[in-house]
């Protein structure tokens, strides 16, 4: 494609203006090569400004920049305000503008953005309607998987990934939309067909994030600027302030209050290794009964934020009602199958909130001891390490302390941070910082009806420890203990 073509729609000034032809975009210089536009970003870490030559270097002539660069003549450098705004006004128009072709919805709230978009597309799905999803645990589309940096990609992989799905059949996506991925323009020019708001509570912010928890409800709201239905949760205090800003239709969904689609007589249920929430679906005089795969009020929240955007789509209440029982996300209060009497249960929560969240939810099934095993972020954080070992101290059996991303930290420092806080509380712990021993530590002490709750990793398959990436993974810890165990016998 021509530069001309895929500049068309920002503000820029060249000096020395020559287009050409453009076969990608890029703004990791190692990823330069002849025919690229490299757009330089500034991030938290680097500025992409001071990678310029190494692009250049790597064969890189067309570049887009927010100064002047120090290129030979050659080089064609054009000035824009932001080259955040403008890789996604590129972006849309190397790819296409494949948001136009798709039913976008974009689900936004501190919790839950990862859940409901998994089981929306799985929803969707079952009803006829191909769907993709992008969010946090990854893109997926069919039988594809796309791995994902961010929860919501740049505003490059993000249109990549939309031309992709739509060029697959897709009609529609399912994308988690956080407040960082909106500050950084990384949906900018995407109306969306739905937004979906969850619930909202203070996080991200400090650091690189946001400033203030002000600032991160400014960029959360913005979702609801840029589409043309909303689907609003009249659980959260929030939704209220919602309302007020909304100039489109919008529904509410609610667990224990009446709303557009609402629960009713809400009940669990455990079977074998599955916990859930067994309810009635109503809407609109109509009635279905819902059966989740996932525990907790959040879960029977979820589903009907699914349900409420498959109305939207058409999709028939009993239809989407039924598909919730099959609906899964790896890593999200995942019940794990083992060949024991007791359970065993990874999940991504990594914070005092989530914390309380799944604990509780899980203390109120039937069952023997509650057995934790977690860490705690090193270089950054560090209040979390004190809440999450709060709340496990008081309200968990027995806690397994440690080793979650450590970073450039000694984990041993980070582990007795959380277990100074553990003991606070009252609580039991043990310090055991290779996690895979830790969690062969927590299942070789399991009894009869215990639950074991793995937290923090979730989905994820590597640890972060001194600027590298070492693989692990929750659930191959689990498979290793029982593997040497059946050895062992």
Not at 159 to 166: D, E, G, N, S, T
Not at 191 to 196: I, K, L, P, Q, T
Not at 207 to 214: I, V
Not at 324 to 337: L, Q, S, W, Y
């Amino acid at each position: 494609m021509r530069l001309s073509n895929i500049i068309a729609h920002i503000e820029y000034a060249c000096e020395h203006f020559r287009d050409g032809e453009i076969a990608d975009i890029v703004y990791d210089s190692r990823k330069a090569s002849a025919g690229a536009l490299f757009v330089c970003l500034r991030g938290a870490l680097a500025d992409g400004h001071n990678f310029a030559e190494s692009a250049y270097g790597n064969g890189a002539r067309f570049f887009l920049a927010e100064e002047p660069l120090p290129l030979p003549a050659d080089a064609v450098v054009l000035i824009t305000e932001n080259t955040r705004a403008a890789l996604a006004a590129v972006s849309a128009d190397f790819f296409g503008h494949p948001e136009k072709e798709l039913k976008v919805v974009g689900v936004t709230g501190t919790k839950g953005k990862t859940t409901v978009t998994h089981m929306l597309r799985h929803c969707l799905d079952a009803a006829g309607i191909r769907s993709g999803v992008i969010g946090t645990v990854g893109a997926y589309y069919g039988d594809t998987f796309v791995p994902t940096v961010n929860t919501t990609p740049e505003s490059y992989e993000t249109l990549k990934l939309l031309r992709q799905m739509k060029d697959a059949g897709c009609e529609a996506v399912c994308m988690e939309v956080s407040s960082l991925g909106l500050k950084h323009h990384r949906v900018d020019g995407i109306r969306f067909f739905e937004a979906v708001f969850t619930n909202l509570s203070p996080d991200h912010i400090g650091g690189a994030e946001h400033d203030s928890f002000e600032e991160y409800v400014y960029w959360k709201r913005q979702l609801f600027c840029r589409c043309d239905h909303a689907t609003l949760c009249a659980d959260d205090a929030y939704t209220e302030t919602l309302k007020n800003l909304l100039t489109v239709p919008y529904v509410t969904y609610s667990a224990f209050a009446d709303a557009d689609v609402r629960a009713e007589n809400i009940s669990k249920y455990h079977e074998n290794n599955l916990f859930g929430e067994r309810f009635t679906c109503v809407s609109g005089g109509e009635t279905a009964t819902v059966t989740t795969a996932q525990p907790g009020l959040f879960s029977v929240q979820n589903a009907l934020a699914c349900i409420a955007v498959c109305l939207r789509f058409g999709v028939p209440l009993e239809t989407a009602a039924a598909a919730m029982k099959t609906a899964r996300v790896r890593g999200r209060n995942e019940c794990v199958p083992v060949p024991a009497d007791y359970n065993v249960v990874i999940d991504y929560a990594h914070n005092g909130q989530s914390f309380h969240s799944v604990i509780d939810t899980f203390a109120d099934y039937p069952h023997n001891r509650l057995i934790t095993v977690f860490g705690s972020v090193g270089d950054r954080a560090q209040l979390r390490r004190a809440e999450m070992g709060a709340v496990s101290g008081a309200k968990a059996d027995l806690s397994v302390i440690t080793t979650d991303d450590p970073g450039f930290e000694d984990p041993a420092n980070i582990a007795a941070d959380i277990a100074a806080a553990v003991k606070e509380a009252g609580g039991a712990c043990e310090i055991v910082l290779d996690r895979t021993a830790a969690v062969h530590r927590a299942l070789s002490l399991a009894e009869p009806g215990d639950i074991i709750l793995l937290l923090g990793k979730g989905h994820e398959t590597a640890q972060k420890v001194r600027g590298k990436k070492e693989h692990y993974s929750d659930y191959e810890a689990v498979a290793s203990y029982y593997a040497a165990t059946k050895k062992e016998n």
